[in-house]
């Protein structure tokens, strides 16, 4: 089955800049969108169609895209932004998968 | 203002079986895709199953055969029937709307819990 891989876990500094990769196969012809979870919140939408910011989401998130991967960048990490974030593409029969989520850490 | 609930969560038993419901308000229903997704105990996101506007359904490897979508558009509701509930079944489950134009899931839902436990 298709699978999205991205890096369980990474830490940094508030004012310093996250980027998280997301890659997989698909994502070359498949758009990647990305979810911010805090603890005990449903998922909040981020980025969709690879660069696209959803309504109310601040400027600081951005997505990128290029070839199979997929990156969410977090300019200006503030200690809000400590969180769980998960990259969304689909595969080739229309089914949504999930990355296995990043732990953004903000130390 | 778009709002998705959820309820039906709960305990059961290895093999048993539960109904979960959305019930959905703020935007024409019957005109969206919907899914469920859920999140297990220190686990990521796993989209479970989708239904579109039309009807059509698709599921996740690990429910396909087991689990079943349906919606009720007069009733703005969708649904998702789980027979044969595994341990590894136990999850915070999200209804979500899908946006055609767009993709991807713009709302949803707070979650209920289902607990597969004997």
């Known amino acids: 089955s298709y699978e999205v891989t991205q890096p369980p876990s990474m830490s940094v500094s508030p004012g310093q800049t996250a980027r998280i990769a997301c890659s997989g196969d698909?994502?070359?012809?498949?758009?990647a969108y990305w979810y911010q979870q805090r603890p005990g919140q449903a998922p909040v939408l981020l980025i969709y169609?690879?660069?696209e910011r959803s309504s109310g989401i601040p400027e600081r998130f951005s997505g990128s895209s290029s070839g199979t991967v997929a990156t969410l960048t977090i300019s200006g990490v503030q200690a809000e932004d400590e969180a769980d974030y998960y990259c969304?593409?689909?595969?080739?029969?229309?089914?949504?998968?999930f990355g296995g989520g990043t732990k953004l850490a903000v130390l | 203002e778009v709002q998705l609930v959820e309820s039906g969560g709960g305990l059961v038993r290895p093999g048993g079986s539960l109904r979960l419901s959305c019930a959905a308000s703020g935007f024409t229903f019957s005109s969206y895709n919907m899914n469920w997704v859920r999140r297990a105990p220190g686990k990521g996101l796993e989209w479970v199953s989708s239904?579109?506007?039309?009807?059509?359904?698709h599921y996740g490897d690990s429910v396909k055969g087991r689990f079943t979508i349906s919606r009720d558009n007069l009733k703005n509701s969708l649904y998702l029937q789980m027979e044969s509930l595994r341990a590894d079944d136990t999850a915070v489950y999200y209804c979500?709307?899908?946006?055609?134009?767009?993709?991807?899931?713009?709302?949803w839902g707070q979650g209920t819990l289902v607990n597969v436990s004997s």
């Open positions: 698909a994502l070359a012809n498949q758009f």
């Open positions: 979500a709307r899908a946006e055609f134009a767009t993709g991807g899931f713009h709302f």
């Open positions: 969304q593409s689909t595969d080739t029969r229309g089914s949504w998968v």
């Open positions: 239904i579109s506007s039309s009807g059509y359904t």
């Open positions: 169609k690879d660069t």
